[in-house]
Nanobody, 124 residues
Framework: QVQLVESGGGLVQAGGSLRLSCAASGGTSKSYGMGWFRQAPGKEREFVAA????????DYADSVKGRGTISRDNVNNMLYLQMNSMKPEETAVYYC?????????????????WGQGTQVTVSS
C-alpha cells in the first residue's frame, strides 16, 4: 500500500510559477511509475505529466509541454512538478498518482494509488 500526500498548492498569478511536491510512503514506491493529474471544477481529471521509476523517461500533456517539469527523488521518496507561465484555465486540484508499472502511463486507470490532491488557483 502506497500513501501519497501532495503539497505546494496555493494561489499564483497568471504567468507565475509553482512547484508541487508529493511525498510517498509505504510499499515499494521507488519502483513505481508516477504521474500528475489535475481536475478543474466540472471537468474530468486529466493527465499532466508522468515519469518512469528511474526518472529517465518523462511524458507531458501537450498543454504543459515546455512549461512543466516532472522530477523525482527516489532517495527521499518525493515527486515534484514545476509549473511555469501558469494560466487561469489551469486552476484545478492537482493529484499525484503511482502506477505499479514502472513505466510512464497516461491513463487514469493505469494508476493504482492516488493522493488527496492540492488546490492550485491561478488568478488573472
Amino acid at each position: 500500500q502506497v500513501q501519497l500526500v501532495e503539497s505546494g498548492g496555493g494561489l499564483v498569478q497568471a504567468g507565475g510559477s509553482l512547484r508541487l511536491s508529493c511525498a510517498a510512503s509505504g510499499g515499494t514506491s521507488k519502483s513505481y511509475g508516477m504521474g500528475w493529474f489535475r481536475q478543474a471544477p466540472g471537468k474530468e481529471r486529466e493527465f499532466v505529466a508522468a515519469i518512469s521509476w528511474s526518472g529517465v523517461t518523462t511524458d507531458y500533456a501537450d498543454s504543459v509541454k515546455g512549461r512543466g517539469t516532472i522530477s523525482r527523488d527516489n532517495v527521499n521518496n518525493m515527486l515534484y512538478l514545476q509549473m511555469n507561465s501558469m494560466k487561469p484555465e489551469e486552476t484545478a486540484v492537482y493529484y499525484c498518482a503511482a502506477s505499479a508499472s514502472g513505466y510512464i502511463k497516461r491513463r487514469r486507470g493505469d494508476y493504482r494509488y492516488w493522493g488527496q490532491g492540492t488546490q492550485v488557483t491561478v488568478s488573472s
